[in-house]
């Protein structure tokens, strides 16, 4: 067994009296792809802001390569945990460009020409390529959720999390930003994806991890979990998704 590149002990987090995570524990291989189902206000988005530490939680612990996540190393977590958000978060003054090279600028330090060099190729491999000097209010949502992704991978992470990445989106768009998260599995990223696209957890995902109020239900590979569902939850919820 290799170390997992990522692991859950025990997450409990709670806002006030409301326990929305309630003991999460798993752990994922290197290059592998897990999609997380579960109803709205199950606690996906939750989990997901736990693991890179943009929400604090009272119990647990965050292991990346077998090492605890300690909160003064939060800079190092970052960026080797990268994030999609449902609501893009591009900063709209900047162009589709200068997104994606202001990590690379003012995280990693590396010098100008580089940068461009590797925003460049990276909006190139989301499809992007004569989009790079449009500011985002020229952009689509799907465009726009792109250049989010060209971000991310811009930071070279070791993992990248995402949160319901097509939900905002006109159906129409959906596609696209889907065949560019295949493509970034095939690569061979580890990824964790919350989605309601049961098209992807399908094609893409090795294990479907099932929550429901804070805790996880059940697990397993997607051809498992999408025709022989072990618990009454899940089948619940799969009924109506599928
Ligand atoms: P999901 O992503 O599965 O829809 P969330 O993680 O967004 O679920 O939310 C789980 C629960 O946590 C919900 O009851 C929600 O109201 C609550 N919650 C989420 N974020 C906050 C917050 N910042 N403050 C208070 N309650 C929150
Ligand atoms: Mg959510």
Do not use: W
């Amino acid at each position: 067994m290799t170390t997992p590149i990522l692991e859950l002990k025990n997450i409990h987090k709670s806002f006030g009296d409301n326990a929305v995570l309630r003991g999460i524990s798993f752990s994922m291989e290197k290059k592998e792809r897990i999609v997380i189902l579960g109803p709205s206000g199950s606690g996906k988005s939750t989990l997901l802001r736990c693991i890179n530490h943009l929400e604090s939680f009272e119990e647990g612990d965050v292991f990346l390569r077998g090492k605890r996540v300690e909160e003064n190393k939060l800079h190092e977590l970052r960026m080797q945990v990268g994030m999609v958000f449902q609501r893009f978060n591009i900063f709209s003054h900047m162009t589709a460009l200068e997104n994606v090279i202001e990590g690379p600028l003012y995280v990693k330090k590396m010098n100008k020409e580089e940068a461009i060099a590797k925003g460049e190729l990276l909006l190139d491999r989301v499809g992007l390529g004569d989009k790079k000097h449009a500011k985002p209010s020229q952009l689509s949502g799907g465009q726009l959720q792109r250049v989010a992704i060209a971000r991310a991978l811009a930071m070279d992470p070791e993992i990248l999390l995402f949160d319901e990445p097509t939900s905002a989106l006109d159906p129409e768009l959906v596609g696209e930003v889907l065949q560019v998260m295949k493509s970034v599995a095939e690569e061979g990223m580890s990824m964790v994806v919350v989605t309601h696209e049961m098209g992807f957890a399908k094609d893409v995902a090795d294990r479907v991890i099932f929550m429901d109020e804070g805790v996880i239900v059940e697990e397993g590979p997607p051809d498992e979990m999408f025709t022989r569902p072990k618990t009454e939850r899940s089948r619940n919820f799969l009924s109506r998704v599928l």
